[in-house]
């Protein structure tokens, strides 16, 4: 079985575009990041929620300490101010690498061996520097009860 079989088109990101347009192209296409392309046209990393909200709304002391925050603690006294502040950021402020990515012809058990190595749930397949789209652990296992005969 092959990458081609599973991946879910779906947009990418490029200079000058907003977090909030990578948000939306995410929600769209059912996906938890896209592919950014550099304005040479190459793939050349990826953005998704994850990144943002963590790098963009979660300073480094709170992460640390989640297991043992109450629930009166706020460290943003205007939060929505702070959320369209990261909204209107540009996505290059949360650009990830590596990108992990395939081809359409790899087969999907390599392409479980890469999400497994960059402990992810998620990869771009490109042929060539074309985009194609994306394959996320969930599309597998959704195909996995397909072969099994449920929907």
Same mark, same amino acid.
């Given at each position: ?30 996906? %938890?990041?896209? %592919? ?6 190459? %793939? ?13 709304? /979660? %300073? ?21 101010? @702070? ?24 087969? /999907?058990? @390599?392409? /479980?061996?890469? /999400?497994? @190595? ?34």
């Amino acid at each position: 079985m092959q990458l081609n079989e599973i991946l879910i088109p779906s947009g990418v990101v490029t200079d000058g575009m907003k977090v909030r347009d990578a948000f939306r192209l995410c929600l769209e296409a059912n996906v %938890p990041a896209v %592919p950014y392309i550099d304005s040479s046209g190459r %793939p050349a990393g990826f953005i998704s929620y994850d990144g943002v909200m963590h790098r963009g709304c /979660l %300073p480094n002391y709170i992460v640390d300490m989640a297991t043992v925050l109450g629930n009166q603690l706020s460290c943003v006294n205007d939060a929505e101010a @702070k959320i369209r502040e990261v909204l209107d950021s540009p996505v290059n402020e949360y650009i990830n690498t590596p990108l992990r990515t395939l081809s359409s012809d790899s087969l /999907l058990i @390599k392409g /479980l061996a890469i /999400l497994e @190595k960059f402990s992810s749930s998620y990869l771009f397949v490109f042929d060539g520097e074309v985009y194609r789209g994306v394959v996320t652990s969930q599309a597998i296992a959704h195909h996995m009860l397909q072969i099994d005969g449920e929907n």
